[in-house]
Every structure is written in C-alpha cells, then in structure tokens.
C-alpha cells in the first residue's frame, strides 16, 4: 500500500483570470496588450513551475507534549529526549523516513561481513562537533561502549545486547570501526539509526546542556525548565545542500513545552507556532476545516490501537474466565464482534483503518499482505461461541458452568479517543450478550496490574512500533518475554503455538536472507491472526499540521514525521518568522 | 503575642511532619508505586527490566525512610528527583517563583473581587443586584478551571502567568465573594450597625467602621483555606497554560508516583497553609479577660 | 421573593423529577450509539443532538442530571457537616480543642489525598457496577472535603461565641449544649448554608477532574461532570453552543440553591 500523500508545496499560479479577461479584450482590437499579458503569464509560469531555491534563516517553532528528562542521547526514551536527541545528534546511518531506506551519515559507507555477525563503517572525514573538535574514531568508539554497558540500562544500547553473547567494538588501523556480535544480528544497520554519537567531553556537561558539544544539525543554546528550549545551528555541521550551502537552512528551533493539545492547535492556528507533529483525528478535523492546506494526512502509521487478554495462570482473576481467555474460540468470537470500520470511521473520523495484523501495511517490507481482512460478524461470532458451548439466554450469555460473560477492560485514563473506543467495543459485545466493564486507570496503576500482579482479565492500549524489524519486536513475541502482553515470562512456552512463534522469531534474528527473513515472520504474523491472542483494532493515520510557510516539507509516516529532514526545511520568507 | 506565636508555629511544624508522613505513606502504599513505566518498553533488555523493578521490590519501611529523610532535610538535601533526574531543591526553586507570583496575583484579584462584591452587596441590597452577582459567582463555580483557562488563551489571548493568575482569580473570587457576603450580612443587621444607620451615619464609614472591622477577622479565616484553593487550582491551570510552576511540578509528580518530590511540596503547601492560618488567628483580637481562646 | 423561591424549588423538582423521568423522556437511552449521527446537530430526533459516539445528549443529560444531582449534594451535605461538627466545636470549645483541631484541619488541607482515592479505586473489585463505583468517589470526596468548611466555620463560632447576646445568654446560666443548640448554631446557618451549595460544584468538578485518573464515572454512565469536561473543546463551542447545557443547566440548579437557601433569611 502507498501512503497517500498531499502535496507539500502550494505554488500559487497567476494569469488564468487576467489571461482570459486578455483573451476577450482582443475582440476589441487590443491584440498588443493581449500579447502582453499572455508574455507575462508565460514568464510567470516558467518562474512558478521552477523550485524555490531554499533561503536560509528563520526560526521553527513547536511544541513538546512534555519536559525532557534528560539530555543524555544514550538514555533518551521519551518522547521529548528522542526529539531533542534527533535534532541535535549526528548518527553514523539514518534511516530515510520517507522511503525507509538507510543512508550514510557520520559513516561514508557500511559493510556486512561474516554472515551477519559484523559490520563495518568508514568515517567520514573532515567532521567536527559544535565546538570545534574533530570527530574522530574514538568518539565512536566511546558513544559504543557507553551504550554497550549493561550497567547504564541504555533504550539505545539494550537493543545491541538483545541477541546471546557479547558484543565487541574495535577501530581498525585504516581507521574503520568494526562491530562484531556472536552470533549473526539480522537487520542490525536499524539500531545505529538511534545511535547518537557523542563524547566524553558531551556527557559531562550534561547539567549545562548549552555547553554540549553535538554532531547534529543543531545544539542546545537555551534551557528553561517548563517552558522552553532553544536550539540554533551547528556552526560545524558537515552537511551542504548541492550547490554547496552549508545547512541546515533554518537558523534556529524554539521548542515550547505546552502539555495541552488544545492549545497547541489554538497556536498554530494563531501562527505562534510552525508545525504539530502527530495529531488526534478530531483536531486534525478542526484544523482542515479551518486550514487546510496545513492539514497533512500522510496515510496510515505504524500506530495502532490493540486489545488482548490476560492468559496468565497465577493471576487472580476468576477461573472460569481465564478458561475464557485460553479458548482460541473465544478470541476469535470477540474478534468478529467488533466493528473495526466503525471505530475507524467514527473515532477517527476516517483517519484510521481497520486492522488486520500486528504489522501496519505503512511498514512497507515486513507486512504480511496476505491476511485476510478480519470480517465484522456478530452472528457468526454468536455461532462460534455457540459452537464453544456458551450460549445465549435471555439477552446473556453463559458459558457451560452457567456463569454469565462479564469481563473488565482496563486502559488508561486521559486518552479520549481510547475512552470511545472502549465505549464502542461495549455496545458491540453487548449484542452477543456480552457485558464488557469499563475501567480506567491512572497509567501507573494500569502497568502495575499488566507487568507486576495481574489483576486484570482484559486490557486496551496504544501500540506504536518506531523500529520497523522484527528483530526489535523480540521482546513482545517471545514467550519468557517481560513484553510478552497476555502471558509475560513463561519460563517454557504454554502453548504449541507460542513454542511456535518462539523458535521462528529467534531463526529470523539470525538468518542473513531478508527474503528468508520475511518468509519467517510472515508465518508469525499468520499464527497470531488465527490464535487471536491480542485483537488488533486500528491502524492510524499520520497526522500533522505544516505552516505554509515551510519548504521542502514531506510528512512521513515514521517519526518523526514532519521534520525528520529538518536540516532542509526552510523558510520561504525567513524574515517574516524573526520575533 | 509572642507566647501565642511561639505556641502557634510549634503546632504547625509538628502538622508540617505529620503532613509530610502521612503524604509519604499515601504515595507508597498507592498502586503504581515503583512502577517504571520504563518496563513497557520493549527495547530493555530482561536484566535491565529486572533491574527496573528491584527498587519497589525490596522497599524499607515507611517509618525509618521518613526518619531518613527528614535527617537529610535538615542538612539540606532534599533528595533527588526519579522523574526528572534533578535534585528536588533545584527543581522546587526554580518553579516556586512562578506559583507565587500567579497565584499571589490571582489571590490578590480574587480576594479584592470578592470583597468589593460582598461588600457592594451589603451597601446596594437590592434583589437583582444579588442575582447577578450570585449568578456570575455560580457561573464561575460551576466552570471547570480548565476550561477558564482556555477560555483565557482563546478569548483574551494570555498565556502563562498571567493567564494562570486571572484564572486563580476567577476560582477564589466566588468562595470569597459567598462567605464575605454572608459574614457581612450578618454583621450589617447587628443592633450597633442598625443604630449608627438611624442616626444617619454615612455608607461608607458604616462600611468600614461597623461592619467591615467587626467582620475582618472571621473573613481573614478564609485565607487560609484560599491559599489551598489557590494551590489546588493552580495544578491544572499551569499545566494548561504552560506556565512552569509548582502546580504543573505537583501533577507530574502525582503522574509519576515521585515520592521525594511529592514530599517536599506536600510539606511547602502545608508551611503555607499552616502560616496563612496563624497569621488569621494573629489578626484576631485576643479573648476578653475571663474568656477562653 | 417568596415567589422566587417557590419558582425555584418548582425547577429544582422539575430537573428532579425529569431525571427520574429519563426513561420516558428519553426512550434512546444514554448508552446507545447511534453510529450513522455522531456530532449531530440539534433536530425533533436528538433534542440537543449526539455526542462524539453518536449517543442521544439530551438523554445522557437527564440521565446525568440522576447521578449529580443525587451524589454531589449529599457529598456537600456529608462535608459540610463534618465540617461543621468539628469546626464549630473547635470555635465553640477553644483552648486545646481549638488547637488540636486548628492543626487537624491543616493537615487534611495539605495532604495529597488522591492518592488515597487511587488506592480506594485500586482495592475495589474490576466489575464494580459503575453507579456504586462513582458512589464511592463521591462518599470519599464528602469524606475528604470537611476541611475548608470546617476552617471558616471555626472561624464563624469564634466570633459568634464573642458576641455580646452569647455573654448575656451564658451569664444567665445557659447551659453549653443549648448555647450550642440554640443561639450558635441558628446564627451560623448562613455560612452553613453557603459552605453547603458552594461544594455541589466543587464536587462535580472534582469528580470530572478525578476522571482523568480513572477515579470518575465510567462508561457509558453519564455525569454532569465527564458532560462538563467536553466544554474543553473551547472552539467547538461557538460552532455548536448546545453543547453548553450541562453548564446553563448545572448554573441554573446552583442559582435555584442558592435561592431555596437565601441567604437573607437566615440573617435575621
């Protein structure tokens, strides 16, 4: 599937109306000015039809959703780190958000050697940080066995360490630096996409974030808690545009921290700000009646909406319904009850389409596009469950032991948009005779119940996958997982399909083929659609808002979306964005 | 005076103490305590999720890590934050300057809007004069702060502190406008201020001399239950108006279960409620020879 | 003004009993989607149209109108008295009492007690029918919430105490409890009164904010208060402004109180 795609730039196109307004005048014999007229539309065409050539300078504002906890690249996890992080970290491969494709960055070129089990990258040269120091092998070296210390518990570093063995880190003495893991790491260049590289020197002025010297297109200049931070060009970054302007383009970035999404839409509206990446359906509706040209839908995410059932035996949740949760037909039934196309339509306006596996089609390689589509059917969902042997009297449904079908749901407090989700999957159980109970949570009490005690018999959440291999999900499909969503950390598999599953993710994590690979975990995504251990609800669109004001722009459906070229954006009219 | 001082700022620091244990206690014992929300994500390893949990899991008794942490206060470290990484000190520093100045602001509008209500209530005493004003203090009761606060950025185009204090404002004047009145009113219909009525006093000293006086101390008792109101009010308002206080701190913190954090401000609010309240009881004249406090 | 109250407790009843009445007024039900109509304008169908859901507003509001106007008065009556035994004997009483009790009101005033409603939510069962789960919050939230109307009405009983007909009662050998009963309480019904209509609000909203912690009502039961949260959509407003009944609505019960409970009666 394409992602569907509006235009980034709206060139205005003068001359229609004053060309046909020429075209009558010529009736009364006003040839010459007609000729000039149609001159001057023609000059005007070929200048519009011609890309603006980028002007540097100005100042991009938006909004984080909430205060960065740190400024440590090697430890950012949230949303506000990872943002920060990006704009100002240089990284040896970044991934191309818009054709996912891996392009160098700090390395001029990468090699995969020895089935996998190596990679090697040759440096670019020339490089400095912001202060002026060169980029040197070591600094590579420094950022690798930084994150590789399992003592520092690294959301960048673990993911190097997810397979068996050790990993090593070594320069050569041509200067080239080489990874080496045990055992062969399928899909590896995904995790230097994430993999700021900093220094020594960096790390320690992580109290004074404007003194740390970064590879990025931009460093932290200002910093104030609560309400903002400033960042403004790399004096010294390496990138040039081709012909040769040093970027990026944009001189500086005023991130606002603005935890209300209400008002970061009244401010964009206003003009305070210059783009809101990620938006909710309902906003995103607002904004196009209102702006449309700013209103950027860039086709379906790799973000989701999923509902699972608790199927771990020690939890403290009736017997009866955990013999509920384990029967495959039971899923199954839930499953075909749910109207997937009304959630999308009227939760999210139409913003979202209905589910059919774990994997979005927006993650272009690894999604199986042979799933069958999940059917909405209340009748045959009542026949399943017929068939399990429950069945429906007066309006309820029992099972065997005569005990009525009522389950809780929980999901956390605070998201709206869940809240009717929740609320719709109500109504359609309660046609099946089902009466599903609503509960929300404050999201540490929703994580205690899903990780720690158990006390919960069904759960509804957000899924949101920012790594497209497989090889990332590791830790929600293996079975003794601490992610695994229904049953976490079984020492052995309970089930022949979890068995399953485990032994065909672990073969993918190893298997140097892509094509093999994908064969691999195709056969996952099959088996979990047939066993229905978590109902994958929705897939949503990318949503943002772009100030017309903006060049070069072209939302993607990764993150982050709209300024994931941020070192090419620009301005058309920088001056008028100075404040 | 300085006996009773004495006496009063002892028993509110002995509240101050309890306050902090009984907050200490609240927050450890509720669910989502030493939950890393850090366990969802599926890019830790197992070791590192194992590592996540061991804190909540071998947790030390309320009692001595109150102990333990009152010994630190008292040499000046007020601990560091878990959700921010920062020492708690730093933090409470940097955002108290911005919640006293928007919600001092905002008490002293609302205070002032309040008073002036009430006290052209008593003067006006008129039936639709009393509709109004209690229509626009019911108004203003019944309008979720958050949606003042909006209605500030939207409307009148404030954002921040001022935004934060106007709505503060409009949260404290209707309680202070209701209870004014009602202390007022009683207060005009007393004989003295009947008297001085008849014989042709005019409103504005009846107003300031008879009745206001008399009233001052039971309205001042207000004040203290308003420095709460304003503190409570001032969490989501900060939050909404993107105004980096000690309310926007508290409710990131009661999000993320942070426990030294919580603390701290739990203990600062009750300083002020508990100082608020003595300097109340300070203003009032002292009992009649013979009569009990 | 007898006229006005008697039109004010004619509307009060009638909000009431048209909560009461819901069932009849509104056949659609509060929970039933109608999926092909969310966001619907105001038509004979949909009296102040459907909600995101496509549910019936005008039925979510009635039968809203059941659990808010049932629940937050009796939380406000359960503080305010609470509130009142423990300020009025602490203004009443004085010396230590005063003391002791002038502390115990702090602290009540200073303690983040939401997390003692996360933990009350936490240790209820899952299935908990949402009517006696937001019955809970609002019992805790009366519970709760004695501390500011015990502070002003001390504040009220020490002035009272202090008034020159209290000495003249008390000189002539009025005993304590009829001092209490008859001359302090009366003169405090004033402030009673208005501590009493002042929480209504206070709890409503309080239970719309607790909902963004789970604590509130839980769906598909309306409330006044989760009807009031959707006033955040500010813009939505002024394109639809029928969306702002719970809110005219909520201010007319609060004035109609207000005057049930006049003030100037009870100044006398």
Not at chain 2, 159 to 167: F, I, K, L, M, N
Not at chain 3, 126 to 138: D, K, Q, R, W
Request: with cysteine; net charge positive; aromatic share 8%.
């Amino acid at each position: 599937m394409t992602a569907r795609h509006v235009p980034g730039c709206v060139v205005a196109i003068p001359g229609g109306l004053d060309g046909g307004r020429a075209l009558a005048s010529c009736a009364a014999g006003q040839w010459p000015a007609v000729v000039t007229a149609l001159l001057f539309s023609a000059c005007c065409c070929w200048s519009a039809s011609r890309p603006a050539e980028p002007v540097a300078g100005g100042e991009l504002r938006f909004c984080l959703r909430a205060e960065p906890r740190t400024f440590d690249p090697l430890m950012a996890a949230e949303e506000p780190d990872e943002i920060v992080s990006f704009l100002t970290g240089g990284v040896l491969i970044r991934m191309n958000r818009l054709t996912q494709a891996f392009e160098p960055e700090l390395a001029e070129s990468w090699r995969l050697s020895d089935a996998g089990r190596k990679i090697e990258f040759k440096l670019r040269e020339g490089v400095r940080f912001s202060d002026g120091a060169a980029f040197t092998a070591s600094d590579v070296l420094y950022t690798l066995r930084t994150v590789l210390d399992p003592a520092r518990h690294s959301p960048v570093g673990d993911p190097f360490r997810n397979g068996s063995g050790a990993v090593t880190v070594s320069e050569r003495t041509d200067g080239r630096i080489v990874v080496a893991f045990s055992a062969p790491a399928a899909g590896v260049e995904r995790l230097f996409d994430q993999l700021v590289i900093t220094s020594a020197r960096s790390l320690e002025k992580l109290a004074r974030p404007a003194e740390m010297p970064v590879l990025g297109p931009y460093r932290i200049a200002e910093y104030r808690a609560g309400s903002y931070i400033l960042l403004v060009r790399n004096p010294h970054y390496w990138k040039k545009d081709a012909a040769g302007q040093r970027l990026p383009y944009i001189d500086s970035i005023r991130l606002s921290i603005q935890q209300n999404r209400e008002l970061e839409l009244i401010r964009f509206l206003r003009g305070q700000i210059d783009l809101i990446n990620g938006m909710d359906a309902e906003s995103f509706d607002r904004l196009a009646a209102k702006q449309p040209a700013a209103a950027r839908d860039a086709g379906r995410s790799l973000e989701g909406e999923q509902l699972w059932f608790n199927q771990v035996a020690r939890s403290p949740i009736p017997e009866c319904r955990k013999e509920w949760f384990r029967s495959r037909d039971f899923r199954r039934a839930i499953s075909q009850a749910i109207n997937r196309a009304d959630l999308a339509r009227v939760v999210y306006r139409g913003r979202a389409a209905p589910a059919i596996g774990p994997v979005s089609p927006a993650n272009l390689f690894w999604s199986n596009a042979q799933l069958p589509a999940p059917v909405f059917d209340p009748k045959a969902a009542l026949a399943r469950l017929v068939a399990a042997g429950f069945a429906l009297s007066g309006g309820t449904l029992r099972d065997r032991g005569g005990h009525a079908v009522e389950f809780s749901l929980i999901t956390n407090s605070g998201n709206q948009s869940r809240d009717r989700v929740a609320s719709m999957i109500q109504q359609d159980l309660a046609r099946i005779g089902i009466r599903l109970n609503i509960v929300t949570l404050d999201f540490g009490s929703l994580i205690e119940r899903i990780t720690r005690n158990f006390n919960y018999e069904s759960c509804l959440l957000g899924l949101v996958n920012v790594d497209l291999d497989p090889s990332a999900q590791m830790n929600v499909w293996l079975s003794s997982a601490a992610n695994h969503p229904w049953n976490p950390g079984q020492p052995a598999p309970q089930t022949a399909w979890e068995a399953e599953i485990d032994s065909l993710m672990r073969a993918q994590a190893v298997e140097p083929s892509q094509v093999r690979r994908k064969a691999l975990f195709d056969r996952v995504q099959a088996i979990v659609l047939d066993q229905a251990p978590v109902l994958y609800l929705v897939d949503k669109d990318s949503l943002s808002a772009v100030s017309g004001s903006l060049g070069n722009m072209s939302p993607a459906v990764l993150h982050p979306q709209t300024f994931w070229n941020v070192e090419r954006l620009y301005f058309r009219d920088p001056k008028g964005t100075q404040h | 005076m300085r006996t009773r001082l004495v006496h009063s700022m002892t028993t509110v620091v002995l509240t101050v103490l309890v306050g902090g244990l009984i907050a200490a206690t609240l927050v450890r014992d509720a669910p989502g305590y030493g939950v890393d929300e850090r366990e969802l994500d599926s890019r830790y390893s197992q070791e590192s999720i194992r590592q996540f949990r061991e804190p909540s899991q071998a947790r030390q008794s309320i009692v001595p890590f109150y102990l333990h942490y009152l010994t630190r206060v008292l040499s000046g470290d007020l601990g560091i934050s878990p959700s921010f990484h920062r020492p708690v000190g730093e933090l409470i520093a940097e955002r108290f300057p911005e919640t006293a100045r928007s919600a001092g602001a905002g008490l002293a509008m609302g205070w002032t809007l309040g008073m002036l209500a009430a006290l052209a209530g008593v003067a006006v005493a008129r039936p639709g004069f009393h509709m109004v004003a209690g229509g626009v203090a019911a108004l203003l009761l019944c309008l979720p702060s958050s949606v003042l606060a909006l209605i500030f950025v939207l409307v009148g185009r404030m954002e921040g502190r001022s935004a934060a204090a106007g709505v503060i404002a409009l949260v404290v004047f209707p309680r202070v406008f209701r209870y004014a009145r009602a202390i007022l009113a009683r207060v005009s219909e007393s004989p003295h201020v009947l008297m001085a009525r008849a014989k042709g006093l005019r409103p504005v000293r009846l107003l300031c001399a008879h009745v206001l006086r008399p009233a001052a101390p039971a309205v001042a008792a207000l004040l203290g239950a308003s420095v709460s109101v304003a503190f409570a009010a001032a969490i989501p308002v900060e939050v909404l108006c993107d105004s980096p206080g000690l309310g926007q701190l508290a409710w990131q913190a009661a999000l993320k279960r942070d426990l030294p954090l919580l603390i701290n401000i739990t203990l600062l609010v009750s300083v002020f409620a508990g100082i608020s309240g003595v300097a109340g009881e300070m203003a009032r004249p002292r009992p009649v020879a013979g009569e009990k406090a | 003004m007898k006229r006005l109250r008697h039109a004010a407790i004619a509307v009060l009843a009638t909000i009431y009993l048209a909560g009461l009445a819901a069932g009849w007024l509104a056949p659609a039900g509060y929970a039933r989607q109608f999926r092909n109509a969310p966001g619907a304008t105001p038509s004979l169908a949909f009296p102040l149209g459907t909600d995101e859901l496509g549910r019936d507003a005008f039925a979510r509001l009635l039968y809203g109108s059941r659990v808010s106007l049932s629940l937050a008065p009796a939380a406000a009556a359960l503080a305010t008295l609470i509130g009142a035994m423990a300020g009025v004997t602490a203004g009443y009483l004085g010396g230590w009492v005063d003391t002791c009790l002038a502390r115990v009101i702090d602290l009540f005033l200073s303690v983040p007690w939401l997390f003692l409603l996360l933990s009350v939510r936490a240790a209820l069962p899952l299935n908990v029918p949402p009517v006696e789960s937001v019955a809970i919050t609002f019992l805790l939230l009366g519970l709760l919430g004695w501390a500011a109307p015990a502070h002003v009405l001390r504040a009220a009983a020490r002035e009272i105490k202090s008034e020159d007909f209290m000495l003249q009662a008390k000189a002539r050998g009025c005993r304590r409890v009829r001092l209490l009963a008859m001359h302090l309480l009366p003169n405090l019904r004033p402030m009673l009164a208005a501590q009493f209509w002042t929480s209504i609000p206070v709890f409503i909203l309080s239970e719309a904010n607790l909902g963004f912690l789970g604590l509130g009502v839980t769906e598909p039961l309306p409330s006044w208060g989760n009807l009031l949260g959707g006033l955040q959509n500010v813009d939505g407003i002024v394109s639809s402004p029928w969306r702002l009944a719970p809110l005219l609505l909520l201010v007319v019960v609060m004035t109609c109180f207000h005057q049930v409970v006049r003030l100037e009666d009870f100044s006398k």
